[in-house]
């Protein structure tokens, strides 16, 4: 099963609100989290590094402002894409890793800005 | 930086017979991981297969193996008696020792026929 859990799978939003997706771990606790973005047939783009208890560390060319990030525990860390636009929508995925240093993703959560 | 490299866009295999798919990567670290993901159409990321930088002998998972050559920086995963369900995007990921922060090749997209 599914040791880190990301939710929702699917959303729409009208542009100019904001969405939240959360990346939950299940079967360990995780101090970092990493949310990536995905376009049609391209790689994972790292976007930036959400730590527990601070802020997120975001990857050149990434706006704080637009994708906020709040690791709030050690099993949650949410992606809140602010006043969306078109150009956002898109495939994003979290990660963690356990102390094994193994990495697992989410399912991953397709936004659609209408 | 690290960087990551799959020069192979697409590859095909018949189905039942043997594939290799080719990554090299570059890094200052000596310590570090590499893995080796799938990614169906469902675009959820499917650990196919892991390697430890300090371990010399190659990782093995059923039909999925690799060919790590350390000193070269290569590591190649070679998928036997391909199965049609093996068709996807496969993606080889470098991470650092620290909380697994990842750098992902371009992907690999491969066909498998029947």
């Known amino acids: 099963g599914a040791v880190v859990s990301q939710h929702p799978s699917w959303v729409i939003c009208k542009s100019g609100t904001s969405v939240k997706i959360e990346c939950r771990s299940l079967?360990?606790?995780?101090?970092?989290m990493f949310w990536y973005r995905q376009f049609p047939k391209q790689s994972l783009m790292l976007m930036a590094t959400?730590?527990?208890?601070?802020?997120?560390?975001?990857e050149q060319g990434v706006e704080k402002d637009k994708f906020l990030i709040n690791h709030a525990s050690l099993t949650l860390s949410t992606l809140t894409v602010t006043s969306a636009h078109p150009e956002d929508s898109s495939f994003y995925i979290c990660?963690?890793?356990?102390?094994?240093?193994?990495?697992?993703f989410g399912e991953g959560s397709w936004l659609t800005v209408v | 930086a690290q960087t990551v490299t799959q020069s192979q866009p697409e590859m095909s295999v018949q189905e039942a017979e043997t594939v290799t798919l080719s990554c090299t990567y570059d890094?200052?670290?000596?310590?570090?991981?590499l893995f080796w993901y799938k990614q169906p159409p469902s675009r959820q990321m499917i650990l196919v297969i892991r390697?430890?930088?300090?371990?010399?002998q190659n990782a093995t998972e059923n039909r999925f193996s690799v060919n790590f050559q350390k000193a070269a920086k290569s590591f190649s995963l070679k998928i036997s008696d391909s199965q049609l369900g093996d068709a996807a995007m496969y993606f080889c990921?470098?991470?650092?020792?620290?909380?697994?922060?990842?750098?992902f090749g371009d992907g690999t997209t491969l066909t498998v026929k029947p």
């Open positions: 990660s963690a890793a356990n102390t094994g240093n193994t990495i697992y």
């Open positions: 079967d360990f606790q995780a101090t970092t």
């Open positions: 959400s730590n527990e208890g601070s802020k997120a560390t975001y």
């Open positions: 890094t200052s670290e000596s310590d570090y991981y």
């Open positions: 390697q430890e930088a300090y371990k010399q």
């Open positions: 990921a470098y991470t650092n020792t620290n909380a697994g922060k990842s750098t």
